[in-house]
C-alpha cells in the first residue's frame, strides 16, 4: 500500500512528467500555449490560473484524456495520449500510475455501491486483493461505514473522499488533482489538505485560492489568461508578487480615495 506519513521529499531524478511545446485548442481557440514542463518523481507542484486559463484542459492532457493539439507529453520518458493508451501493456501501467480527481466528484461515480465504486479501477486492471485494497482506502478516507451505500446519496464532501479513495487503490505514483477543495466546507478542506501533504507521491494540484496554495505544494506553474506559463518556480516569492498575481487575473486592483486624494492598489485577498 502507498505510505501514509509526514515528512518531506526531495525530488529526484528525470521528470516523470514533460511537456514540449505543448498547446491545445478548441474549435479553432487556443486553450494553452507553448508550454515547457517538467516534473520529478516526489513534487508537490500546484497548478494556479484564473477560470478559463486552461488548468483543467493541461490535467486531461497529463492524464492521457486528451492529445495536445501541438507539442507532446511524455510520462516517465513514453509519449502519451488517447492514441499511445490503445497499446494494453502502456494502458495498464499509466491508468495504474497516473491518477487524476476530477472538480465534480458526480462525474467520477457510477457504481451501485461504495465499494464497488473503490474496487472499480482494481477490478478493470486485474489487480490483487481487491477486497484488502478497499476497506485499506476507505479505511484511511473515513469512509468505511459506507461501502455498502449508494455513492450518489453521500454529501459532497464524502463523494470527493470516496473518488479519492477509488484512485489510491490503484496505487498510483503521480495523483492529478482538479481544484479539489472547490465544493468543499473549511473542515474537509483542512482534512484534505493534511491527507495529501501525507502521501508519498508526485501530486499537481489546481487552484486558483492563493490561500491554500502554499498548503500543496512549495513550486508553481501559473498560467495567464492568454494561456501561456507566466511562472514556474518557488510558490514564495510569486505569492509576494502582487503585480505578478494580478497579471494572471490572481489578484485584482481597485481605486481607495483618502481624503480627496484617489489612488489605485492591487490585492491579493484571499492571501494578504
Not at 173 to 192: I, N, Q
Amino acid at each position: 500500500m502507498i505510505e501514509l506519513r509526514y515528512r518531506p521529499v526531495t525530488p529526484v531524478g528525470p521528470p516523470v512528467l514533460e511537456l514540449v511545446g505543448v498547446g491545445h485548442a478548441y474549435g479553432g481557440q487556443d486553450v494553452l500555449v507553448d508550454l515547457d514542463l517538467a516534473a520529478r518523481a516526489g513534487e508537490r507542484i500546484v497548478l494556479l490560473g484564473c477560470n478559463g486559463s486552461g488548468k483543467s484542459t493541461l490535467l486531461k492532457i497529463m492524464n492521457g484524456l486528451l492529445a495536445p493539439t501541438r507539442g507532446t507529453f511524455r510520462y516517465a520518458g513514453q509519449a502519451i495520449g488517447p492514441a499511445a493508451l490503445k497499446a494494453p501493456d502502456l494502458h495498464r501501467r499509466f491508468r495504474s500510475e497516473v491518477a487524476l480527481l476530477f472538480q465534480n466528484p458526480d462525474a467520477m461515480l457510477f457504481n451501485p455501491t461504495v465499494f464497488d465504486e473503490i474496487a472499480f479501477g482494481p477490478r478493470q486492471l486485474g489487480l490483487a486483493d481487491i477486497p484488502d485494497r478497499v476497506r485499506h482506502w476507505a479505511g484511511q478516507v473515513g469512509v468505511e461505514r459506507h461501502l455498502d451505500r449508494a455513492p450518489f446519496g453521500l454529501s459532497g464532501g464524502e463523494k470527493q473522499k470516496v473518488c479519492l479513495a477509488a484512485l489510491l487503490a490503484l496505487e498510483p505514483k503521480v495523483l492529478l488533482l482538479d481544484e479539489p477543495t472547490a465544493a468543499l466546507d473549511p473542515r474537509s478542506t483542512g482534512w484534505l489538505v493534511d491527507f495529501l501533504n501525507s502521501l508519498v507521491v508526485t501530486t499537481v494540484v489546481s487552484t486558483h485560492n492563493l490561500s491554500l496554495a502554499p498548503e500543496l505544494g512549495q513550486r508553481g506553474w501559473v498560467l495567464g489568461e492568454d494561456h501561456r506559463l507566466l511562472h514556474d518556480g518557488p510558490l514564495g516569492p510569486l505569492l509576494d508578487d502582487v503585480e505578478r498575481l494580478a497579471a494572471a487575473n490572481l489578484a485584482h486592483t481597485h481605486s481607495h480615495r483618502h481624503g480627496g486624494l484617489v489612488h489605485r492598489h492591487s490585492h491579493a485577498h484571499d492571501w494578504r
